[in-house]
Every structure is written in structure tokens, then in C-alpha cells.
């Protein structure tokens, strides 16, 4: 792309600052590779994207430690007891579930949320059948992962019925 087009495919009117960003950007993607100009890009938009979400979906926070699909139930603690330090291991875990977090408002867990990099046609499938065997429902969106941003997709999972 030539200097005089930046911005030119992602935004009309760049102002100055924004083609020292992209300048920025370029000269530390080609000194440094490709991975560490993402990273430089994500240490940006990460937390700002998982603030937006919280704000958009009324969450108050991200729960942290074990994350168990039995929350999203209803349920205070995963009667799977070898999973309280690895959720990996719990017995209701969605085939997707790649950088998993809950999602809480109200100290209730409202939705589970998987980040993965890649969703592949099985487990697309399997994660279908997972939701429909447990009366779950599933969106996915790429515009709204904090994970690695532009790199992730977001699938978030709720209970059939429940509105945010």
C-alpha cells in the first residue's frame, strides 16, 4: 500500500495520528515479524474490547479460577471434583471451550464464553449436539473476542430462552 493510501481500506479520513499508528505498526511488523506487530496491536485492543463487551452485555465481571458449564446451570459448584483446579477435565465441558471464562452479573453466571483460534466442521457439530443435549444455545462472532483479538473468534453459550 502506498503511504498516501493508508487508511484508505479500514478508514476514509485517517487522521495524522492514526498513519503514525499504521507507520508504526509496519516499520515494527517488518523489524520485528508479523506475530510481534499483532501483539503490539493486541495489547491495545484486548482490554478495550473486553471492557465493551462487559458494558454491552451488562456483565459485571469475568469469573476467574474454575470456570464449569454447571454455573450456567445454575449450579454453585461442579459436582465433577477432580475438575475444581482444571476445568478440562469437567464432565460438562463444550467440545469448544478453547480460553473459557464466565460471564457474571449479579454474582449469577450468565454465559460461558470459549475464545478459540479455529472451530473445525466436527466440533462445530459436536458443539450443536452439546448444546441441544444440555438446552444450551450458542452465537459465535469475531468482532468481539479480547483473546488475541482478530485472531480469536468469540463463541458465547447461554441457557435456551435466557435474555442478557
Known amino acids: 500500500m502506498k503511504k498516501k ?3 484508505s481500506r479500514f478508514n476514509l479520513k485517517p487522521s495524522r495520528r492514526y498513519n503514525q499508528a499504521v507507520n508504526i505498526l509496519r ?3 517488518q523489524a520485528e515479524g508479523f506475530n510481534n506487530a499483532c501483539a503490539a496491536f493486541n495489547e491495545v ?8 463487551y462487559l458494558a454491552d452485555h451488562g456483565g459485571s465481571s469475568i469469573r476467574m ?10 449450579e454453585k ?7 475444581q483446579s482444571d476445568y478440562s477435565k469437567c464432565i460438562l465441558l463444550a467440545p469448544i471451550h478453547d480460553h473459557l471464562d464466565e460471564l457474571v452479573k ?3 453466571t450468565v454465559s460461558m464464553l470459549a475464545q478459540p ?4 466442521f466436527q466440533e462445530l457439530k459436536d458443539t ?3 448444546c441441544e443435549k444440555y438446552g444450551f444455545e450458542m452465537e459465535i462472532n469475531a468482532a468481539q473476542s479480547w483473546h488475541f483479538p482478530g485472531t480469536t473468534l468469540l463463541v458465547e453459550y447461554k441457557r435456551v430462552g435466557d435474555n442478557e
Open 106 to 108: 449479579d454474582r449469577k
Open 117 to 120: 483460534y479455529m472451530i473445525t
Open 77 to 83: 459448584h461442579c459436582p465433577d471434583t477432580w475438575s
Open 45 to 52: 485492543v484486548s482490554e478495550e474490547r473486553l471492557n465493551k
Open 5 to 7: 493510501d493508508i487508511g
Open 65 to 74: 479460577g474454575h470456570k464449569c458449564f454447571y454455573h450456567l446451570n445454575g
Open 27 to 29: 516499520e515494527l511488523s
Open 128 to 130: 450443536i449436539e452439546f
